[in-house]
């Protein structure tokens, strides 16, 4: 039987929180009115983690366990359940109970509406404030000011996606948190849902902080490149080659004025280097973005990637039989 729904967790050294986890994922299903799969990766635990998710899978039919070599990270193993689920609509969940699986009906209601994406929003959010939440608080703000996509809480694992729009968006690096921003970029429907958040009631945090906060800044200046020139490169680094040769010329121009207007020596001119070397910055990001179009193309041509994303098609001979 193909599910009609995944709900996608990352565990790492979680070994005390499944077994709570499992029943009530259990109590939730139900509720949710379709066949519903639960896809565990096991993110490299080192506490007994696989163990006790094997003896979960083994007396439910609807489990799948993914066990990773080594620890990959959040992404990594949330990217390994995506590409696994089944499910016409796929649910991300924490493993450590402070997301409520009780949630997760009101997610997928928002995705039968219409909804591509449905992103939890923690409005009443049970962590300390300054190593956890401020940091949060930053990451959401440079985020949703840098993308135009407004959301409070990126960072909440909780959110429901369509299945054919979460597989066609690679994920490397932090780069989960940022699926929200690379499906509004391919037109996808986004919402916003008050979430429950729970303290966490086992074990440590294994993801977050404030470090966390420095390497989704880094991400989100590769999602903002990608998402404005992934397929035209040469538009960016042709814009900084114009600036910098325009300011090579000027400056040059400025030399040469004050060598036979004023009578300055060319040779002592500091701005004669200055002009010198922006000129030859703007040829070298010339020669950069050239580059950079060579390896654009062949990304594109040699592994048939797309460059655009069908939502429907509709054909003539089947509009009468349409729902």
């Known amino acids: 039987m193909t599910p009609d729904a995944s709900i996608v967790i990352p565990v790492y050294n979680e070994a005390d929180s499944l077994p709570a986890l499992h029943a009530k994922l259990l109590e939730v299903r139900p509720a949710l009115g379709r066949a519903c799969e639960i896809i565990y990766v096991d993110d490299g635990s080192r506490d007994g983690s696989f163990e006790r998710l094997a003896a979960i899978a083994g007396a439910d039919p609807l489990t799948t366990v993914i066990r990773l070599r080594r620890n990959f990270g959040q992404t990594a193993a949330i990217a390994a359940g995506v590409a696994e689920a089944r499910g016409s609509a796929i649910v991300l969940l924490d493993a450590d109970l402070q997301n409520d699986p009780a949630d997760i009906p009101t997610l997928l209601q928002k995705i039968n509406e219409g909804y591509d994406v449905v992103s939890g929003w923690r409005r009443k959010r049970r962590d300390p404030f300054i190593s956890r939440r401020l940091p949060s608080v930053v990451a959401n ?136 070397f922006v000129f030859l910055l703007g040829v070298q990001s010339l020669m950069m973005g050239l580059l950079a179009e060579l390896g654009v193309r062949t990304y594109h041509e040699s592994q048939q990637k797309p460059v655009y994303f069908v939502r429907e098609v509709l054909r003539g001979g089947e509009l009468g039989i349409r729902n």
């Not at 809480?153 to 690096?173: F, Q």
């Not at 999602?223 to 900084?240: C, D, E, N, Q, R």
């Open 141 to 276: 703000w440079l985020i949703s000011r840098a993308t135009g996509v407004p959301l409070h809480d990126y960072g909440c694992t909780l959110k429901a996606y369509r299945s054919e729009v979460v597989k066609n968006i690679p994920l490397y690096g932090e780069m989960h948190r940022l699926i929200p921003v690379y499906a509004a970029w391919i037109g996808a429907r986004i919402t916003e849902v008050p979430v429950n958040h729970h303290p966490r009631a086992y074990g440590q945090s294994k993801y977050g902080g404030w470090s966390r906060t420095f390497k989704v800044i880094l991400d989100l200046i590769t999602a903002m490149f990608l998402g404005g020139y992934g397929t035209k490169p040469i538009y960016l680094f042709g814009s900084v080659a114009a600036i910098s040769c325009s300011l090579g010329v000027v400056f040059g121009a400025i030399v040469l004025y004050e060598k036979y207007a004023l009578g300055f020596w060319a040779h002592r001119n500091p701005l004669l280097l200055l002009a010198v």
